[in-house]
Nanobody, 115 residues
C-alpha cells in the first residue's frame, strides 16, 4: 500500500487549503482513513477520520473549520481546511487502516499559516 498526500503550502490566516491523499495497492473503500498533523516541536496529533461508509469525526480544535471527505472511485481522501489559523501550521499525514487492522502512513505535506 502506498499513500501520497499533497496540497500543502503557505497561506495567510483566514485562508483555505485542500489536502488530498491518494491510496494504491489495497481496496480503498473498506479502509478507515484519518488525517494527523505534527506541529513544529510537538507530538503528532489526530485531526479527522472518515470510515468507508462516510462516517466522520473531528478533533475539537478543527470542528467547524475542517471537512474530511473521500471519493472511493478515485481512491482519494480529502481535507478541506477553512479559516486557517497559525496554530494549524504542521506537517499533515494521512493514515489508512485496513479491515485487517494493519496501518499504513503516507509521507506528510507541510501546511504553513502566516499571521
Amino acid at each position: 500500500v502506498q499513500l501520497q498526500a499533497s496540497g500543502g503550502g503557505l497561506v495567510q490566516a483566514g485562508g483555505s487549503l485542500r489536502l488530498s491523499c491518494t491510496a494504491s495497492g489495497h481496496p480503498f473503500n473498506r479502509s478507515m482513513m484519518r488525517w494527523f498533523r505534527q506541529p513544529p516541536e510537538k507530538e503528532r496529533q489526530w485531526v479527522a477520520a472518515i470510515s468507508g461508509t462516510g462516517f466522520t469525526d473531528y478533533a475539537d480544535s478543527v470542528k467547524g473549520r475542517f471537512t474530511i471527505s473521500r471519493d472511493n472511485r478515485k481512491n482519494t481522501m480529502y481535507l478541506q481546511m477553512n479559516n486557517l489559523k497559525p496554530e494549524d501550521t504542521a506537517v499533515y499525514y494521512c493514515r489508512m487502516t485496513e479491515d485487517s487492522g494493519k496501518v499504513y502512513w503516507g509521507k506528510g505535506t507541510l501546511v504553513t499559516v502566516s499571521s
